[in-house]
């Protein structure tokens, strides 16, 4: 049996993974990323339409900063998230961009003088000053105060990702693509690295390391219908939680993008509604203004996939039935600006629908229904991105680290990727330069052996089931009862026959008995897994009674932080459970620096308010107002309201054009 | 979607073969299926990996087109699988192989990550500086123009399918193929990058090189990204010339 050694196992490599790579190989440290596929194909390269981050340059985002970006990163949450998280987040997003432009990312750039732009469907001349030519631009997207999001085209995880891959490629980083860790080495509190599958020789090895990072990306694939990729099936998840000992967090936030294209589910990014685009109903008619007066097509995604949901639930929508529609018209942006900024719509729309959206009028309109997009879950890490398990970190979409709360905001993905990656990433390495590990060659080799047992054992059931169809069935439940609606009935049935599924895993067979290149022995194993983290979802919808974020309850559509303002903790406790144990962590009021109150869309008046909100909102005003009077600036104030630790080198301020230096 | 007959039977032959085993013999075989609207290779394959055989190997990923993982010979042209419509196929009959030049892993699977990793380490495919960046900085100023010349250079997926396509690469199997020289062009405009052409020509200044191309834009013809393969190459080699002759 093989075992191999380093200092930091990184198991995914997306744009977190990789970042993370990068932070531990600049402390020299002997670094291995796995990866299921060449990293370069990793779904964060799936990001069309941009990054957010608040460098102010442009006319539309003049007056951003990082206050501006903190507040609606927290609103679009629902006030999930954890706000000192968001803080270190919005302070090193703009330091994010201006490395990744060293690094290579063609970032679209400002051009001094008049440009058109479409504004609330109306053609707008936007004038841009002689001396931000030159600087990194930016578009708007849903739910922010300010055109926040940096992009290259709407091709910007695509550029992000060569960049990081090439510089971890320049530092000779090792990179192990069509591998698949299948299960983490774990002692007592304490996690030693990883079991893995070589998927090309099916053989299984260890990777002992001093410090292992879990950088998989989302569980999307629980759903049928989802904009992920094939890859997105949470098994990094699933091993994490299989310890034991690692909870992940708050798996009932699933968001729904508004935009997928019908009926493939390929996404087209909010860069569509962000550029301008609308939304029409079967009447042509622009329904968004009808319901948000103030955000329209731009409230959080998780407003407006519902809006459009409870539009073709009025009979709006086109067609009938669950095959029901809205349309995306994009073609108002005119044909020069889409086939330059929108290029990778144009052509996902031509190929999967025959539609050229830049065909003016009804012939360019695209047919749209929300689906599954992003997974603000995962694992529960604390704010270095250290888990439970002393040595096993988390980043990125996989973790809960938690950035997002219960929605989040259009492009804070592929910036949350990379920012964890320097953050958390540099926390790692931390971690893997100050620590050692004392473990026997002869526990790894169990822990190998381990996996091979189950893996022989499940080539001997011998029951009628087929794991293909267990799969599809679990898609299928995920869909029609865990969806954007969700009520009691449907979540309890769900958990039922989810359970009832996993107990089906045992009694399939597996007709080819090879271990290798053997799709059937791989669902086998993947698909239980799989199972745990559709449980995890569903579990924790039925039991979360009321509304948040994208977590939307008809029995009970009040957002209710007298009773829910907290996380849910999901713990597979011991190997035989068929059902994860839930437990609660709160969210403190009392150190929020934006108290909970209405986020600017979505239904008014539907909260249950925390008894102490009003408390603490009264505290901050009244710092903020001394301390204004006392001359001090924002970020001074900033600190006392809610101080937070972050690398000094990303604690910096961040520099704007017109500040003086 | 309304074009297709309802219920058409696709027959669709495969290249199945395992070069790790020593029992296996390159073999074509036949898979018939229902075709359904709308319906992709991805879709298509994906329906007889469930249904038909569990042991056939691709690769895909996102399979909106984005990702490059899915090169495949389909009916002898280099595409990208996730991205062309079974409808297209008039007769209903579709050959699959896997992409030549490539080292082959399984059936339709090819290692295009490892022959794009060392394509990216021969032609140094990362920003060489000697500046460092600070990063709490306003960043530098890039003309408009020429962040968007590079963007539509740095739209190449690294699918491998001008690698494919190149008949030049059949020859001379070190050649960088245009994936290559894309790649140079692009950092050769990306003013963050300090190399000069003398240093470009140390790269890819001979016949596994700029001066190995043929202009027979088979890479071109098949770019699933439409780069401006030809022209860009040209450009290159005019460039190339010049420090050849000084």
């Known amino acids: 049996m093989k075992i191999q050694y380093c200092d930091a196992l990184v198991i995914g490599g997306g744009l977190a993974g990789l970042r993370s790579a990068v932070a531990a190989s600049v402390k020299g440290l002997n670094v291995v990323v796995i990866s299921m596929v060449p990293v370069k194909r990793s779904h964060s390269a799936a990001a069309q339409g941009g990054m957010q981050a608040s460098l102010g340059n442009s006319k539309m985002s003049q007056g951003d900063n990082e206050d501006l970006h903190f507040a609606d990163t927290v609103k679009g949450s629902d006030w999930g998230c954890d706000q000192e998280v968001a803080r270190m987040f919005v302070n090193t997003a703009p330091k994010a961009i201006r490395e990744l432009a060293s690094w290579g990312v063609p970032w679209t750039r400002i051009t001094q003088g008049d440009r058109t732009a479409v504004i609330n469907a109306k053609e707008t001349t936007i004038s841009e000053e002689p001396d931000v030519h030159g600087l990194i631009h930016s578009r708007d997207f849903g739910g922010t105060k300010k055109w926040r999001t940096c992009y290259t085209g709407d091709a910007t995880g695509h550029s992000m990702l060569f960049s990081v891959a090439n510089e971890a490629i320049k530092r000779d980083i090792e990179i192990q693509d069509r591998k698949e860790a299948i299960s983490l080495i774990h002692k007592g509190d304490r996690c030693y690295g990883a079991v893995v599958r070589d998927l090309v020789t099916g053989e299984l090895s260890a990777y002992v390391a001093k410090g292992t990072m879990i950088a998989t990306g989302g569980y999307g694939r629980v759903y049928r219908t989802t904009t992920n990729a094939v890859i997105c099936e949470g098994t990094g998840h699933a091993i994490a939680l299989e310890t034991g000992k690692v909870p992940l967090g708050n798996m009932e936030a699933v968001q729904f993008h508004p935009t997928p294209i019908v009926p493939s589910g390929i996404l087209l990014t909010e860069g569509c509604r962000g550029d301008g685009g609308v939304l029409r109903d079967k009447d042509g008619h622009r329904f968004m203004p009808d319901y948000e007066p103030e955000k329209k097509e731009l409230a959080s995604r998780d407003v407006v996939a519902r809006r459009m949901m409870e539009h073709i639930k009025k009979g709006k929508g086109v067609g009938i039935g669950r095959e029901s529609f809205v349309w995306l018209d994009i073609s108002i942006l005119g044909r020069d600006h ?39 879950g995962g694992i529960r890490t604390d704010r270095t991105g250290h888990t439970a398990l002393k040595g096993l970190f988390s980043a990125g979409e996989a973790a809960c680290w938690d950035l997002h709360g219960f929605n989040r905001l259009g492009g804070n993905s592929v910036s949350e990727a990379v920012v964890a990656g320097m953050i958390i990433g540099n926390y790692f390495a931390d971690f893997c330069r100050d620590n050692d590990i004392e473990i026997s060659t002869n526990y790894v080799k169990e822990a190998i052996l381990k996996v091979d047992l189950e893996i022989d054992k499940i080539l001997t059931y011998e029951g009628p089931e087929d794991i293909f169809e267990i799969k599809a069935r679990m898609q299928d ?13 449907e979540l309890k049935e769900a958990v039922e026959e989810l359970e009832e599924l996993y107990r089906k895993t045992k009694e399939i067979t597996v007709k080819a008995k090879d271990k290798i290149h053997n799709d059937e022995l791989t669902e086998a194993y993947r698909v239980p897994k799989m199972l745990k983290i559709a449980l995890c ?57 934006l108290p909970p109150g209405f986020r600017g869309y979505g239904s008014k008046g539907n909260i249950i308010l925390h008894p102490d909100a009003e408390k603490r909102q ?13 001359g001090k600036d924002r970020i001074e104030i900033q600190d006392a309201i809610m101080p937070y630790r972050l690398h000094r080198e990303y604690k910096a301020i961040n520099f704007r054009v017109g500040d003086r230096l | 979607m309304s074009d297709i007959q309802e219920d058409r039977d696709l027959t669709i032959n495969i290249l199945k073969f395992n070069p790790h085993d020593t029992n296996s013999r390159p073999t074509m075989v036949e898979y ?61 009959n579709i050959t699959l192989m896997p992409m030549p030049a490539f080292e082959l892993i399984k059936d ?18 990362w920003i060489h500086t000697s500046e460092s960046t600070d990063i709490g900085k306003v960043e530098r100023r890039i003309e408009p123009e020429v962040a968007n010349d590079t963007f539509e250079l740095d739209r190449c997926i690294e699918c491998g399918i001008c690698v494919a396509s190149c008949a030049t690469k059949i020859m001379r199997p070190e050649f960088v193929g245009a994936v290559g020289l894309n790649r140079v062009v692009r950092f050769s405009i990306d003013p963050y990058d300090e190399r000069r052409d003398s240093d470009y020509y140390e790269l890819i200044g001979d016949d596994d090189g700029i001066f190995g191309c043929m202009s027979l834009m088979g890479c071109e013809d098949h770019c699933p990204k439409e780069l401006p393969l030809q022209e860009k190459i040209a450009f290159m080699r005019r460039k190339m010339v010049n420090q050849r002759d000084t």
């Open chain 1, 338 to 376: 889409i086939e330059r900024n929108l290029r990778d719509v144009q052509d996902i729309a031509i190929t999967f629908n025959g539609i050229d959206p830049a065909d003016e009028g009804e012939k360019g309109w695209l047919p749209v229904h929300p689906a599954q997009h992003y997974s603000m």
């Open chain 1, 477 to 489: 439940i995920m869909d029609n009862k865990v969806g954007v609606f969700r009520n009691g009935i």
């Open chain 1, 537 to 593: 979802v569903a579990k924790g919808a039925n039991d979360r009674t009321e509304s948040r974020g994208a977590h939307f309850r008809e029995d009970y559509e009040k957002r209710d932080d007298a009773n829910w303002l907290n996380r849910t903790l999901a713990y597979w406790r011991a190997e035989e459970d068929t059902m994860p144990t839930l437990e609660y962590e709160p969210i403190g009021v009392m150190d929020m620096e």
């Open chain 1, 618 to 630: 009264k505290e901050v005003d009244e710092i903020r107002e001394r301390m204004t009077k006392q």
């Open chain 2, 32 to 92: 018939v299926i229902k075709e359904r609207p709308g319906m992709s290779l991805f879709l298509a394959l994906t329906a007889i990996r469930e249904k038909l055989d569990h042991n056939l190997a691709y690769d895909f990923v996102c399979r909106a087109g984005i990702c490059g993982s899915c090169g495949m010979l389909v009916n002898g042209k280099p595409v990208l699988a996730c991205k062309t419509q079974t409808k297209d196929y008039k007769d209903g």
């Open chain 2, 108 to 125: 339709l699977s090819v290692n295009t990550g490892k022959w794009m990793n060392g394509m990216s380490k021969r032609v140094g495919s």
